[in-house]
């Protein structure tokens, strides 16, 4: 089966950088995304990473090894509009596309 | 800027009864996708959908579960016989082809109360 582990909750402070893992086991892997939801709100897009390396985004980067089944998600100079759910996704292929979500991390940002 | 619409935003039905959720994907995307989030819980893969036929759907996606293309522009999702462990938000979301098919956009969801 599929599985993806990431912490269920950080805390940092404003103007910090905090950085949040995800290790994933998947057959057919394709590539990670990271999903940022506010409460209430719908999933929007930060990141794709489908090959090793880091993908930088503004404030937003995010890293993949597929080697070592990892990547993670760096957030910088966190504002506290950053509060929210950060889901890592899997890409796989097992004779069609599917997303496979983790249970999110939920960060707290504080003043 | 092009985004991913859902109505209705707040469905309440009776158990038993069937419901469909609408939406209407960005224009030029190929791919769509249902996923349904129970409160508090992580988002869970439905379905996707390419070519006018579903490419891969997940084991929740049972024989409850319809989804359907019925125009140029919406897509839809079909409960028969709901059940109270149905209630959630269920977002639509849309893809182009891009690497990945992503970014996916996603809907701002309906929420569907069974009662």
């Known amino acids: 089966?599929?599985?993806?582990?990431?912490?269920?909750?950080?805390?940092?402070?404003?103007?910090?950088?905090?950085?949040?893992?995800?290790?994933?086991?998947?057959?057919?892997?394709?590539?990670?995304?990271?999903?940022?939801?506010?409460?209430?709100?719908?999933?929007?897009?930060?990141?794709?990473?489908?090959?090793?390396?880091?993908?930088?985004?503004?404030?937003?980067?995010?890293?993949?090894?597929?080697?070592?089944?990892?990547g993670y998600l760096l957030l910088q100079e966190l504002q506290m509009k950053d509060s929210a759910s950060y889901f890592c996704a899997v890409r796989h292929y097992t004779g069609g596309f599917k997303t496979i979500f983790g249970a999110g991390t939920r960060l707290f940002v504080k003043a | 800027?092009?985004?991913?619409?859902?109505?209705?935003?707040?469905?309440?039905?009776?158990?038993?009864?069937?419901?469909?959720?609408?939406?209407?994907?960005?224009?030029?995307?190929?791919?769509?996708?249902?996923?349904?989030?129970?409160?508090?819980?992580?988002?869970?893969?439905?379905?996707?959908?390419?070519?006018?036929?579903?490419s891969e759907k997940s084991e929740i996606f049972d024989d409850q579960f319809s989804v359907e293309r019925p125009d140029g522009s919406n897509f839809t999702l079909k409960i028969r016989s709901t059940k109270l462990e149905d209630s959630a938000m269920y977002f639509c979301a849309s893809s182009g082809l891009r690497v990945g098919n992503q970014p996916q956009h996603f809907g701002d969801g309906t929420r569907l109360s069974i009662l």
């Open chain 1, 1 to 70: 089966g599929q599985s993806l582990e990431q912490p269920s909750e950080v805390t940092a402070v404003e103007g910090a950088i905090v950085q949040i893992n995800c290790t994933y086991q998947t057959s057919g892997f394709y590539g990670l995304s990271w999903y940022q939801q506010h409460d209430g709100g719908a999933p929007t897009f930060l990141s794709y990473n489908g090959l090793d390396g880091l993908e930088e985004t503004g404030r937003f980067s995010s890293f993949l090894s597929r080697s070592d089944s990892y």
């Open chain 2, 1 to 54: 800027e092009p985004e991913v619409t859902q109505t209705p935003s707040h469905q309440v039905t009776q158990m038993g009864q069937e419901v469909i959720l609408r939406c209407v994907p960005i224009s030029n995307h190929l791919y769509f996708y249902w996923y349904r989030q129970i409160l508090g819980q992580k988002v869970e893969f439905l379905v996707s959908f390419y070519n006018n036929e579903i």
